[in-house]
């Protein structure tokens, strides 16, 4: 019986003690038109081996591309002890700690989580995670929400250059509620919402304004201009952000004067793999004075009896298991796995080690729209700064050629068609510090291949 | 005792760093005013200083793998080391989600298989697997519950039942889905208050969230009566799968009429806790609700297996995630359900249920006091410390706290609310009966202590890295992120 340590005795010995005379009796108040005795549908039992061959034999026939992919997930290096420390039993399978004297070594994790993306950030306060970006940025629309109290709208702008995705997922999260996203236009020619845009809204109610940065072509937005304007008008702003590159560029508590209100985003790439798309972990970070309306977890230090430091679940107030219908999320847990390893991560890349990845994902991006504008056809849509991303312009259909590039063993970037189609055929690729030069250069070997195929058929 | 841990930012020495982690300097051609003018507040340690300050803070938990851990509602069972390493192996890890489908056909295959034991399990006519936790997945069934009203016109309803043993993540979902919630009663032996129930449904009556078993741990005896009820002024019955492991391959959500349910896949299908998430809340449905799954669902064309999304499947709640859930969790439980098999899930439910019996059995032989002590326990049951805290002045956070000293994580202390200082105590199925009758053996001599020495037990515990916290200074004199002295 997998799992199942009973032996014949222990079962007729607890079945005497109970007073029974076969488990079957112990479901004796479910109705009987209810019960089953059998589960078809349900395969016969493997013993581990043989799941370890089946499991093997599905991986392999996946394979392991060389990825160009990004658009909201990002390949970096997992240094080797951020999984076998995250993987220790004693993280792995402890649950949320709500016993902290038992839990001193998962809060202490929070603690140092929180830390790290408030500095990362320059927010005063995080809290110990939340599902994913996508979700973390639904949850930051409705606290602008309860947070911005003279606001009665719940009107919230959104860049169409925010990740389609996350928007989407806002909207499915937040309509309930009634919050009203409403799509802000941006520059065709150089990939970033124009500030001037904003000025139709002048003199409304406006509850918040979502910037991202950099954005989902990997441009990089005018966050100074578009902060101030928020201030000035009485918004909110919420910073969606990649973790990643906030080691080089200015962080939302700096932008404009003032700084964002509200931090999110997805804190993927410290040392969680891609792993088809989760599990992943958002963060979430904001002003002191906005802490009570934050959702999600939040650990904090205080002292125990003997005057000795200590971490606790704290301001819990504000969460389900409390105030129920009135909490400021249904949120039950944070992503704690995830989140220790993100934390064990920054421990190991450091300030200095953190701002080379950023450096070298700039690096690498730009080495490889060079290689790949190098053909004939094939150009670059947006002029200004990026980070790691940029959208490229094939002059033909992008769906058969990431599909030929596939079978070369290339995933060769994200197709725009369906969330950009003004832009014509267009593709996002993204390089991280992962690729080597070798690397892109089989890259635009196999691009030439496919694109000179496609003008020879 | 466990020594504590200095915060990592206290180890940090300007200068020093895992180098080998570190990629080659590069130049990043990046505009001065974009750039950050001074470097994050990030610490700065050797390797091993990292590998042994997390090592170190790892031992100062008490999980699965080292302690009994009889967490009511949270099903705390063994979480097989083959899901994790299997989940884990370099293709599936390393692939991207936005990679093309014919380059993931053996992950969809694990994941389209996992919909359908699933939906065998559950009895539900379809599945997804995208919701990200729990809470997540209930919030999937009410949105689905509401967009289903809408659809067919029927604007007024917006209001959920509740019973007041629910979760509290039940109301707070039904409020974030911009529903109204009408608490209802349990009655003195664990049953809904039908009375009640009547007295609350109404052409605004949007649906009901129930969990059967309850978490009074008991199974609610007239569900038919009750499903019949709430159908019959058109609304729709919700299953919250948290105690899901009690019934597993006993009796399934769909035959007992339920329109929509999630399952924690952290506790039924042994996915980790992780001291806090991932989770995973796959939702199933019946037929009627089958339009509005949210998506992605994984369907097969022919021989393929494909993501299907809203242009499949346009009546859709829509997309939750950044893509498509955790896929992770999901290739855990998939190993863990071919592990078990048919016959390994109906002895899920059955064992799980035996160790509740016998350990409830034992525990009030022991002199401690069932809430519902003519009630079967499910996989869980309560028991309450009323009289110890009348007659001895000590609580169930006392019982709970000195549980730590003598090596178990304590029970569900405070929930459900409606019995005082109870204990609500699931021993899993993956326990041995000495391990029960260990923990028997300890809530018995903490029964003694309060009977001689309460105030040792009201300072408990004693032997743990730290005594009791004080919460209202955490939440008075809130540090929530270390920041260098002087700062």
Known sequence: MPYIPHTDEDVRAMQERIGIRDIDELFDEIPKELRIDSLPGVPGALTEMEVARLMAERAASDGRLLNFIGAGAYEHHIPAPVWAITTRGEFYSAYTPYQAEASQGTLQVMYEFQSMIAGLTAMDVSNASLYDGASALAEACLMAVRAHRRSKSARILVPS??????????????????????????????????????????????????????????????????????????????????????????????????????????????????SSGGPYVGFMATRMEHVRQMPGRIAGRTLDLDGKTGFTLTLQAREQHI??????????????????????????????????????????????????????????????????????????????????????????????????????????????ETRTSADIEAYAGALQRTLGRAAAA | MKQLEPVIFELSRSGRGATAQHPPA??????????????????????????????????????????????????????????????????????????????????????????????????????????????????????????????????????IIVPDAAHGTNPATASMCGMKIREIASLGNGDMDLAALDAALSPATAGIMLTNPSTLGVFERRIT????????????????????????????????????????????????????????GAVGVGKRLQPFLPVPVVGRDGDLYRWLDERDLPQ???????????????????????????????????????????????????????????????????????RQAREQGVTAMDFAKRLLDYGYHAPTTYFPLLVPECLLIEPTETETREELDGFVDALAAIQREAETDAAMLKAAPHTLPVRRLDDVRAAKQLDVAWKPAGA
């Open chain 1, 161 to 274: 250059t925010v990740n389609p995705t996350w928007r989407r997922v806002a909207r499915v999260i937040t309509e309930g509620q009634g919050l009203m996203l409403e799509e802000l236009p941006y520059c065709t020619e150089q990939g970033t919402t124009i500030p001037q845009s904003l000025a139709r809204y002048a003199g409304q109610d406006i509850t918040a304004l979502v910037i991202q940065q950099p954005n989902f072509f990997g441009q990089l937005e005018d966050v100074d201009a578009l902060t101030r304007w928020a201030r000035a008008n009485g918004a909110q702003v919420i910073a969606a952000t990649n973790p990643v590159s906030l080691a080089l560029l200015a962080p939302p508590g700096e932008w404009g004067e003032g700084g964002a209100d509200i931090a999110c985003g997805e804190a993927q790439p410290f040392g969680v793999p891609l």
């Open chain 1, 323 to 432: 105030r129920r219908g009135k909490a400021t999320s249904n949120i039950c847990t944070n992503q704690g796995l995830l989140m220790t390893a993100a934390t064990i991560y920054l421990s190991l890349l450091g300030p200095v080690g953190l701002a080379r990845v950023a450096a070298a994902c700039v690096a690498r991006t730009q080495e490889l729209v060079d290689a790949l504008t190098a053909q004939g056809g094939v150009r670059a849509a947006f002029p200004g700064p990026r980070f790691h991303e940029a959208v490229l312009l094939l002059g033909r259909p992008v769906a058969p050629v990431l599909e030929s590039l596939a079978a070369e063993g290339i995933a060769g970037g994200y197709d725009l068609a369906r969330d950009f189609p003004e832009l014509g055929p267009a593709l996002l690729v993204c390089a991280t």
């Open chain 2, 26 to 159: 590069a130049e990043a051609v990046i505009p001065a005013r974009f750039r950050r003018r001074r470097p994050p507040l990030l610490p700065e340690v050797s390797e091993l200083q990292a590998v042994r300050h997390y090592t170190r803070l790892s031992q100062l938990n008490y999980s699965i793998d080292t302690q009994f851990y009889p967490l009511g509602s949270c099903t705390m069972k063994y979480n097989p080391r083959a899901c994790n390493s299997l989940a884990m192996l370099p293709e599936f890890l390393g692939r991207h989600p936005l990679a093309p489908a014919s380059t993931g056909q053996g992950v969809l295959a694990c994941l389209f298989e996992l919909q359908e034991m699933l939906k065998a399990v559950t009895g539900m006519a379809a599945v997804s697997l995208t919701p990200m936790a729990g809470a997540q997945g209930e919030f999937a069934g009410v949105a689905m519950i509401r967009a289903y009203h809408r659809a067919r016109g029927d604007l007024a309803r917006n209001e």
């Open chain 2, 225 to 280: 009566e009750i499903e019949r009820k709430v159908h019959a002024v058109g609304g729709l019955v919700y299953y919250d799968g948290a105690n899901l492991n009690a019934i597993l391959g006993k009796v399934r959500p769909g035959d007992m009429g339920f329109d929509v349910i999630h399952m924690n896949l952290h506790k039924t299908f042994s996915t980790p806790h992780g001291g806090g998430g991932p989770g995973s």
């Open chain 2, 316 to 386: 859709s709640i829509g997309q939750l995630s950044g893509f498509m859930g955790n896929t992770g969790v999901l290739l855990r439980a998939y190993v863990y359900m071919r592990i078990l098999g048919a016959a390994g899930m109906r002895r899920v439910g059955e064992f799980s249920t035996l160790n509740a019996n016998y350990l409830l059995k034992r525990l009030r032989e022991a002199g401690f006091d069932a809430a519902y002590p003519e009630r079967r326990a499910s996989h869980e049951f309560i028991v309450t410390l009323r």
